[in-house]
T-cell receptor
Framework: DTAVSQTPKYLVTQMGNDKSIKCEQN?????MYWYKQDSKKFLKIMFS???????INETVPNRFSPKSPDKAHLNLHINSLELGDSAVYFC????????????FGPGTRLLVL | GQSLEQPSEVTAVEGAIVQINCTYQ??????LSWYQQHDGGAPTFLSY????GLEETGRFSSFLSRSDSYGYLLLQELQMKDSASYFC????????????FGTGTLLAVQP
């Protein structure tokens, strides 16, 4: 009965590799988000999708490409991973685009070596 | 620019009351939210203020003054399990609402 789930939970990879993180929510929400939390715990939005359409695209390198096959799923693909990409990536969802209450997934801890 | 300021750390004892302040400067403002995050966990929604005043949810209350660009989270009857990071976040209005998070306050509750 997990509300927002992410896979994998941990990801250790080499610089230059390509990796994907998957997110699914069973809350019936129509807006989903990707956040990045760095080592200092600073949490910053990267992308937001509403009903499979991109509505927020912060200043994120184009090596990061989100994909939403349906409104319950939002995946994040990262090309040519760099050391600075090491962080915790959180998926979240909310009802509507106002997003007052956002429900976060457990996070994916990415370590780039 | 957009910024939210919170104290980096607060320490209190069990049973006490603690207030975590948040001042913000953002280009748009729709409301102020508070999230709790335990170490190694995910942020969890606590409270939202869209209008000035106090919102109470159990042991937690949140206050907003839009004219002062200021809010706070009040935690009463502190318990050990309240030890966590607390983030204020501004819902930045406009064509697309987004949450802009503060730097977080690490609350340590001591016995």
């Amino acid at each position: 009965d997990t509300a927002v789930s992410q896979t994998p939970k941990y990801l250790v990879t080499q610089m230059g590799n390509d990796k994907s993180i998957k997110c699914e929510q069973n809350l019936g929400h129509d807006t989903m988000y990707w956040y990045k939390q760095d080592s200092k715990k600073f949490l910053k939005i990267m992308f937001s999708y509403n009903n499979k359409e991109l509505i927020i695209n912060e200043t994120v390198p184009n090596r990061f490409s989100p994909k939403s096959p349906d409104k319950a799923h939002l995946n994040l693909h990262i090309n040519s991973l760099e050391l600075g990409d090491s962080a915790v990536y959180f998926c979240a969802s909310s009802s509507g685009t106002v997003g007052k209450t956002q429900y976060f997934g457990p996070g994916t801890r990415l370590l780039v070596l | 620019g957009q910024s939210l300021e919170q104290p980096s750390e607060v320490t209190a004892v069990e049973g006490a009351i603690v207030q975590i302040n948040c001042t913000y400067q953002t280009s748009g403002f729709y409301g102020l939210s508070w999230y709790q995050q335990h170490d190694g966990g995910a942020p969890t929604f606590l409270s939202y203020n869209g209008l000035d005043g106090l919102e109470e949810t159990g042991r937690f209350s949140s206050f907003l003054s839009r004219s002062d660009s200021y809010g706070y989270l009040l935690l009463q009857e502190l318990q050990m399990k309240d030890s966590a990071s607390y983030f204020c976040a501004v819902m930045s209005g406009g064509a697309t609402n987004k949450l802009i998070f503060g730097t977080g306050t690490l609350l340590a509750v001591q016995p």
